[in-house]
């Protein structure tokens, strides 16, 4: 089997929710390879976890590369982290010896980045680095539960939740390692609090924009509901309840696809064909707004790999949400692939969603800038009962609950090869 790669120099990060980060380097062969490591801090709407036990990897690398930590315990914590070559992309791991709220001052690591994913991975007492942990800081939701439309199970916000870490369990037995898609520069607006579904669009819609010609008149910068910006209007549109930046309410799934449907048609981009699957909902959806019926079409009940896949190598944008028991937080994907046969996702959003505008984030005033500056990678796995996969490199392994996406017909997708952005070549990397 033949697999696209869309290749680009993407250099926008992400995490299911995370970010602020201020973190001591270690450097490695070629200019741009570093490693390095930060205790996570989230601040959920209802509760907040100052100290967690998860720690954060960011990593960049010159070439394609493979990074690989084991901890004294021989605990395989991160394991086969694909790097893009001139990218910088961020997980989560158990963080070796670390307790909820204590402040971690040491992780020690065998490290491996390679060129080729490892099959095992073993501690090695006479090769080691050690880290000095900083801090980094995590608020993202904004995906709200609608048990009209998910009767699979409710993802309300519950108090005193706190994400635990990863499991890190993946079995590499082999298969083939390759990248079906990649893309470099995908926008990553700030968003206000709880504004990640229409930020997510916002990305997609703008995205689609520059590389495939979709005639999106709104300019994607910050913005909130009632302007003129693309979030502003997809803010309206899906018709989410706000008071000001640092207070809004989540968007439905029902209400994302209605708001796109809604926004397409009311900026006569009725061409654009929208398909979403999970949330258990097989039925259609069906909007008129501006005097044209948009529908966007359910595919299947549960978010597939293959539904990721193939909507991505078609040149459409595509959001997808990852559920915890405390809520949801929507993401624009960037890429898939398989690393020795183990499905993978990157993604970017703003996981530090603007609870800084009045200066009080964990006592911190940091750039709002902060939340929107990594690409975060995860591999897919491990499903629940309901058969929905799970992010396997992301802080409480969320599951990834609902996916839309939304492409541009020919010959407007031309543009994708014309734009000069983007280059399509066909790769096949090594079997294991």
Request: with cysteine.
């Amino acid at each position: 089997m033949d697999f696209a790669k869309v290749l680009g120099r993407n250099k926008a990060a992400v995490l299911g929710f995370a970010v602020l980060m201020v973190v001591g380097r270690v450097a490695f062969a070629g200019p741009t390879s570093s490693v390095s490591i930060s205790q996570e801090n989230f601040n959920w709407d209802t509760d907040t976890d100052t100290f967690s036990p998860v720690g954060q990897v960011q990593a960049s690398a010159a070439t394609d590369s493979y990074l690989n930590l084991v901890d004294p315990s021989g605990n395989w914590v991160v394991q086969n982290l694909f790097i893009p070559g001139g990218a910088s992309v961020e997980e989560s791991f158990a963080l070796p010896g670390a307790s909820d709220g204590t402040q971690d001052t040491s992780a020690t690591f065998t490290q491996s980045l390679s060129s080729t994913p490892l099959s095992a991975f073993a501690y090695n007492p006479s090769s080691t680095v050690t880290y000095t942990p900083t801090e980094s800081y995590f608020d993202n939701e904004g995906a709200a539960n609608d048990t009209s439309f998910d009767p699979l199970g409710d993802y309300d916000p519950a108090g005193g939740f706190k994400p635990g870490a990863p499991g890190n369990t993946i079995n590499f037995s082999g298969g083939p390692t390759l990248t079906i898609v990649y893309r470099a520069g995908v926008p990553n607006v700030q968003a206000a609090d709880n504004q990640c579904v229409p930020a997510s669009l916002a990305n997609g819609l703008a995205w689609l924009k520059t590389n495939q010609n979709l005639q999106v008149t709104q300019a994607n910068n910050t913005g909130l509901k009632g302007d003129a910006t693309l979030v502003g209007t997809l803010d309206t549109t899906t018709n989410r309840t706000v008071t000001s930046r640092t207070s809004g309410a989540g968007v439905t799934a029902a209400n994302q696809i209605d708001g796109l449907l809604k926004y397409l048609d009311d900026n006569n981009l009725t061409t654009v064909t929208v398909k979403h699957e999970g949330f258990a909902s097989a039925a259609n959806r069906t909007v008129t707004s501006s005097g044209n019926t948009l529908t966007s079409t359910a595919v299947a009940q549960v978010v597939t790999f293959q539904f990721i896949q193939d909507e991505l190598t078609k040149g459409a944008a595509v959001q997808a949400w990852e559920s915890w028991a405390n809520g949801a937080h929507a993401v624009e994907i960037t890429g898939c692939g398989f690393v020795l046969g183990k499905p993978w996702i990157s993604f970017t959003s703003d996981l530090l969603q603007t609870p800084v505008d009045n200066g009080t984030f964990f006592g911190l005033v940091p750039p709002d800038s902060f939340g929107t500056l990594g690409v975060n990678f995860s591999y897919l796995g491990s499903p629940d009962g309901f058969g929905r996969l799970r992010f396997l490199n992301e802080a409480g392994t969320p599951t990834l609950t609902f996916a839309v996406a939304e492409e541009v017909p020919e010959p407007a997708s031309l543009g994708l090869l014309g734009a000069g952005a983007m280059m399509l070549i066909s790769r096949r990397r090594s079997r294991a």
